[in-house]
């Protein structure tokens, strides 16, 4: 049994405002453990189940966050950037029976600490066939088309909430409780390890390869805070303006369409200017 664990951020035990997370300030350094810690327990549960193989994928910002020195050896882990399926790189190989979203958020617009999607403020929503859509969201439709099921999701409960639309049978923990959008009321980290731990042990017979499944057509909408934006966005060939600060664009399959949200968010990402966003 191979299990991939895509690994974020925002969602781990004690993050709770950007500094938090953002790489080379002192609070990012401080939550590095924690983040680690939570993934460790993964791992340990996901081994503890019966997996015979962990992969963790990085997927928050640099994707250079976690600390290798402190995951139980018998983990790899790809760290680093740039890759074909971004969050949830290495699904694709046809060797993934389950995946872990861990450290999840909620998505742009939505309730929830450091609540996001892709860019940390510019995008303000977005909607997957006019549903409002979370990165969990987005990435356990790219999963579906290889046929890996997720089994497990963490992060706050607001994010464990949202995985009940996308993966109603996994097993969920919540690390701490939304307050609002830079403040939770915080487990500790011996406590989140222990219930992270348990609940990977038992998702791990949730890991069953199944029939890939292709739910397209796929319309992506994405609103951003500014109209220029917008603009900048339609560089890429196939997204259109469908309002003032509102972009959207069609794909057959979401292996195409979250590729294309990476290279909205890309484009979108070298057009703020640092005063005036």
Known sequence: MKIL???????????TWPADVLPGTPQWERCRG???????????????????????????????????????????????????LSMVEGVQHGDVDGIAFVGYHAGAGMEGVLAHTYLANQITGVWLNDVRASEGLLNAHVVAEYGVPVVLVT?????????????????KVAVKDHVSRYAAVCRTPARTAADIRAAAKEAARLAVRQEPVNGGPFTVAVEFDAEHLAMAATVVPGVERIGERKVAYTSERMYEGIRTFKAVTTIVSAAVEEQYG
């Open 5 to 15: 664990i895509s690994a974020d951020m925002e969602g781990a035990t004690g993050v």
């Open 34 to 84: 924690m983040f680690t810690s939570d993934v460790d327990a993964a791992v340990l549960g996901f081994f503890d189940g019966g997996a015979d193989d962990v992969l963790i994928n990085e997927a928050h910002w640099t994707m250079r966050n976690l600390l290798l020195e402190q995951l139980d050896e018998r983990a790899q882990m790809l760290t680093g950037r740039h890759k074909a």
């Open 155 to 171: 992060g706050d409960d607001v994010a464990c909430e949202d995985a009940l639309g996308y993966a109603p049978e996994a097993l």
